[in-house]
């Protein structure tokens, strides 16, 4: 009966050695991964911090941005009158008016210059 004991107390150590072994290679992996990931956070948050600028910076960018944005506001404006005044609808009517304005201007001159 004492080898029977004897057997299990030895397979029991045995398979707790074992497990014990498989515990501490996960536990190492687990802790390979949390520390890749840390690395990853402190490298993450060091490059924000870089990336932060003062608030005379951002003014300085905020209004560099906003001068670009009126050159291309003033620029698609004129670009848009130039060709609205280019267009043919425009260059009748305005020929139309000048035409009706010479009409009025003429009857103008009649009704002053009638005589009496």
Same mark, same amino acid.
């Given at each position: 009966?004492?080898?029977?004991? $004897?057997?299990?107390?030895?397979?029991?150590?045995?398979?707790?050695?074992?497990?014990?072994?498989?515990?501490?290679?996960?536990?190492?992996?687990?802790?390979?991964?949390?520390?890749?990931?840390?690395?990853?956070?402190?490298?993450?948050?060091?490059?924000?911090?870089?990336?932060?600028?003062?608030?005379?910076?951002?003014?300085?960018?905020?209004?560099?941005?906003?001068?670009?944005?009126?050159?291309? &506001?003033?620029?698609?404006?004129?670009?848009? $009158?130039?060709?609205?005044?280019?267009?043919?609808? &425009?260059?009748?009517?305005?020929?139309?008016?000048?035409?009706? $304005?010479?009409?009025?201007?003429?009857?103008?001159?009649? &009704?002053?210059?009638?005589?009496?």
């Amino acid at each position: 009966m004492a080898p029977f004991i $004897l057997d299990g107390i030895l397979e029991g150590f045995s398979l707790q050695y074992t497990t014990g072994r498989q515990q501490h290679r996960k536990n190492t992996k687990m802790k390979l991964y949390l520390a890749v990931a840390t690395l990853l956070l402190v490298l993450i948050a060091h490059s924000e911090a870089q990336e932060e600028s003062t608030i005379e910076q951002q003014f300085a960018n905020f209004q560099a941005k906003f001068k670009e944005f009126g050159d291309d &506001v003033t620029e698609k404006t004129k670009n848009a $009158l130039k060709q609205i005044e280019e267009s043919e609808i &425009v260059s009748k009517t305005k020929n139309w008016l000048t035409e009706q $304005l010479e009409k009025v201007r003429q009857k103008f001159d009649e &009704v002053i210059n009638k005589p009496e």
